[in-house]
């Protein structure tokens, strides 16, 4: 093997950027918990759309939905009807967009990011049910330009280190 060196200076210097590179890459768990902290920043802008963002919005309610909670926001449960079937504290909205928040799913390793909810009726509300008459309404939705971005972290991350600790 061959190794040329050009316009990098001197070879302490270069070595010293590559052993930075390779710290950078046993040391992700920074980079990662950004990655994590911008999902839910995006849930956020989610659910303040309505499900717009990444493209249409959430399915109407129904009237007799409209009627019972006595608004028409689609996931939320603040400032609705007293006596609907719900806590009115907008637990799926929070545990999606507050990681400290109950039901949130949210953790990141070096390698990986786990992000949810364990909230009741999340499943039923991001993909729909039959039995329920309920539209999909998905809340967790990513772009390709998100993950476009998420993968520049990363690379920015592993290519141009800064100091590693």
Known sequence: MEIILLDFGD??????????G????ITTQYVMDKILADMYRIEGEIFKS?????????KGLSDITIKRKGMTDKLITIGMAEGYNASGQDLLRKS???????????HATKTTISFGTSRPYGFVHQFGSTKRRVPPRPFIKFTGRDIDRWRQ??????LRPHTVK
């Open 22 to 25: 390779a710290k950078a890459a």
């Open 153 to 158: 972290m990363i690379y920015d991350h592993l």
């Open 11 to 20: 070879v302490t210097r270069e070595a010293m950027r590559l052993r930075e």
């Open 50 to 58: 309505q499900g717009r963002r990444g493209g249409g919005s959430w």
């Open 96 to 106: 999606v967009t507050d990681p400290t928040a109950e039901y949130s799913v949210g």
